[in-house]
């Protein structure tokens, strides 16, 4: 499942603040606030929140072997 009911509060992806630079948050509500702060007025936006990268597979261990029938 994508999007789960179940989000943690975090200004960063609160429909209600806006990314002023990576560590300040300005929220209608509340001010200047750090991202990872949350309130009671917290609406999740989707488009907000940036997944974390994939892990880069390391294949540096793998010999030719591994790929023979």
Do not use: W
Request: hydrophobic letters at 30%; glycine letters at 4%.
């Amino acid at each position: 499942m994508l999007f789960t009911k179940k989000i943690e509060p975090n200004c960063a992806y609160c429909k209600k603040g806006k990314a002023i630079d990576p560590e300040t948050v300005l929220c209608k509500k509340k001010g200047v606030t750090p991202p990872d702060g949350a309130c009671s007025a917290f609406r999740y936006d989707p488009l907000k929140r940036v997944p974390p990268r994939p892990v880069v597979p390391d294949f540096s261990r793998l010999k030719d072997e591994d790929f023979t029938l």
